[in-house]
């Protein structure tokens, strides 16, 4: 069936350093990708998204690309920032249902 | 953006008693809403789907006489925990779809339920 897989966290980088969160997934015919993000004791916020192969998504400075060869959606920041310090969650859509990951924590320390 | 609000936001109740948690779309209309459950450190659970006008969808396991589920409106929906005892305290989050833009779910700010 359709589904998501994430990285195991938890993950912490210094501020400033790169990060990357891998995804992938598996679902039949063509889903729509996002990245959500979960603040301590809030709900899910979108972050990003892509709705077909070769896409970018790409918002405060987190990028991921629909990678329909690799079926994957790595979420990917250039310079982190202690601010970004929350869960990452990746999901699918198949027009139906989501599917979510497990979720990556993320500890960015000064 | 697309918002969608949740109330209350904190609950306390005492084992025995039922717990109704509201969510709203803002500013856009839902005929879609979802509700999820999320345990500590874990991911979301999908516990039911909920399409205005007509009966909620539930998921395997989730019993639908202890969580009624309400879809009363283009963007209001209502969960409510019934006879609510301590392995029911959790966070449950709302999501919706917008009618409009079916391939995104927008979610609300979580309800966190604490039943003594």
């Known amino acids: 069936g359709d589904s998501v897989t994430q990285m195991e966290g938890p993950v912490t980088l210094s501020e400033e350093a790169f990060l990357t969160i891998n995804c992938t997934y598996t679902?039949?015919?063509?889903?729509?990708l996002f990245w959500y993000v979960q603040y301590p004791g809030e709900g899910l916020q979108l972050l990003l998204k892509?709705?077909?192969?070769?896409d970018k998504g790409s918002n405060k400075g987190f990028e991921a690309t629909y990678r329909k060869e690799t079926t994957s959606f790595h979420l990917e920041k250039g310079s982190v920032q202690v601010s970004d310090s929350a869960v990452y969650f990746c999901?699918?859509?198949?027009?139906?249902?989501?599917?979510f990951g497990t979720g990556t924590s993320l500890t960015v320390i000064p | 953006g697309a918002v969608v609000s949740q109330h209350p936001s904190r609950v306390i109740c005492k084992s025995g008693t039922s717990v109704k948690i509201e969510c709203r779309s803002l500013?856009?209309?839902?005929?879609?809403m979802f509700w999820y459950r999320q345990f500590p450190k874990k991911s979301l659970m999908l516990m039911a789907t909920?399409?205005?006008?007509?009966?909620?969808?539930?998921e395997q396991g989730v019993e639908k006489d202890k969580f009624l589920i309400n879809h009363a409106s283009l963007t209001l929906s209502t969960l409510t925990v019934t006879s609510a005892h301590p392995e029911d305290s959790s966070f449950y989050i709302c999501?919706?779809?917008?009618?409009?833009?079916?391939?995104?779910?927008?979610f609300g700010p979580g309800t966190r339920l604490l039943v003594l």
């Open positions: 999901a699918l859509n198949t027009g139906n249902q989501f599917y």
């Open positions: 500013d856009f209309q839902a005929t879609t």
């Open positions: 892509a709705t077909k192969a070769d």
């Open positions: 679902a039949t015919g063509y889903p729509s």
């Open positions: 999501s919706a779809r917008d009618w409009g833009n079916q391939e995104t779910q927008y």
């Open positions: 909920s399409n205005e006008g007509s009966k909620a969808t539930y």
